[in-house]
């Protein structure tokens, strides 16, 4: 039971690339999410889903894309990377959106 | 605005020297306050969910406590292991049921 697995562990990319966070869980769980952790500030939702099909907003969507096609995976797009993206991309899960939510290792992306 | 506010920031122990971490906060409605570990350079791992002030949960050397405006972790004869970041989470309700989450403490404790 690996849990949430989260590709790639470390990138770099240039201003105006484009890439995708992966994320899998293999636990079953309807919703996922998608959060950034700067330095000084608390985690912050990005993207959520709460089943195959269904996604939606958070709190700072603009620049990302997500898609839930499956109930184990739910990538990350970055359309056009820009040096705010700079940060620590975390992917988590939970049996429903009001329980605990089991995190991945993290994505750590920098754009030059 | 939910907003989580965390103190203190940094925390130096010594082994066995027990104190607390403290977490306040401002939600219009709340559905239920989480703590999280986090080890550095890994997601964070869950601790806690607590729903009504009064509620009280324990586990091995760490004890969360709820009153209606803040929230605290207390720490009885810490580890060396128990060195990390404590996150608090709250959640709203109604909406998406947001979860807003502090900056943490960085707790390190020193044999």
């Known amino acids: 039971n690996a849990g949430v697995t989260q590709t790639p562990k470390f990138q770099v990319l240039k201003t105006g690339q484009s890439m995708t966070l992966q994320c899998a869980q293999d636990m079953n769980h309807e919703y996922m999410s998608w959060y950034r952790q700067d330095p000084g500030m608390g985690l912050r939702l990005i993207h959520y889903?709460?089943?195959?099909?269904?996604?939606d907003q958070g709190e700072v969507p603009n620049g990302y894309n997500v898609s839930r096609s499956t109930t184990e995976d739910f990538p990350l797009r970055l359309l056009s990377a820009a040096p705010s993206q700079t940060s620590v991309y975390f992917c988590a899960s939970s049996w429903h959106r009001n329980t605990e939510a089991f995190f991945g290792q993290g994505t750590r992306l920098t754009v030059v | 605005e939910d907003q989580v506010t965390q103190s203190p920031e940094a925390l130096r122990l010594q082994e066995g020297e027990s104190s607390s971490l403290n977490c306040s906060y401002t939600?219009?409605?709340?559905?239920?306050l989480f703590w999280y570990r986090q080890d550095p350079g890994k997601g964070p791992e869950f601790l806690f969910t607590l729903y009504s002030a009064g509620e009280e949960k324990e586990k091995e050397r760490l004890k969360a406590t709820l009153t209606k405006k803040e929230s605290f972790l207390h720490i009885t004869a810490p580890k060396p292991e128990d060195s990390a970041t404590y996150l608090c989470a709250v959640q709203a309700t109604g909406g998406y049921q947001k979860v807003t989450f502090g900056i943490g403490t960085k707790l390190q404790v020193i044999p």
């Open positions: 939600v219009s409605g709340l559905r239920g």
């Open positions: 889903s709460v089943g195959a099909g269904i996604t």
